[in-house]
């Protein structure tokens, strides 16, 4: 029987980095317990004081195929390259100029909201191109 995952990301800025990835992904921050219109609002009742309420954060993909997406406050930072990442299907079933063409443009929505191009892979033999790139705390992914 498959299992349901969840990617779990240390990070600085948990909230932060949901957004960044929400956005990135099309998916939505999970909504907060019923009854409560925001996660402050939610977390205030349970008596979690405001410096304590940007521990953890969570995205969901709003079809429901994806993985949930969870993002941990750690006390130190990124430090090596990921050995695990996500590749964005930003071109699926795209190849040569037109491939390129599509992730060079998510990769400029991307960067706008806050990720940078590393670098740049062009098609050869045996694979097709694809942009590395990393998030606003350094994560690599690739578009693909």
Same mark, same amino acid.
């Given at each position: ?22 956005? *990135?992904?099309?998916y ?12 402050p609002?939610?977390? /205030?009742a349970?008596g ?11 995205? /969901?993909d ?17 430090t ?13 079933g795209? /190849? ?15 960067? *706008? ?20 790139? *990393? ?10």
């Amino acid at each position: 029987m498959a299992r349901d995952i969840q990617v779990t990301y240390d990070c600085a800025d948990p909230r932060a980095q949901a957004e960044f990835w929400a956005a *990135a992904l099309g998916y939505r921050t999970q909504p907060p317990p019923e009854g409560f219109a925001d996660w402050p609002s939610a977390l /205030t009742a349970q008596g979690v004081p405001p410096e304590l309420q940007n521990l953890r954060a969570a995205i /969901t993909d709003p079809a429901g195929k994806g993985p949930r997406l969870y993002f941990q406050k750690v006390p130190e930072g990124k430090t090596v390259k990921n050995r695990v990442h996500l590749d964005v299907r930003a071109a699926p079933g795209l /190849t040569g100029d037109e491939r390129m063409a599509a992730l060079a443009e998510e990769a400029l929505r991307l960067e *706008a909201l806050g990720a940078k191009e590393l670098y740049r892979f062009e098609a050869n033999a045996m694979d097709e191109s694809m942009i590395a790139m *990393a998030d606003p705390e350094g994560n690599e992914f690739c578009l693909d």
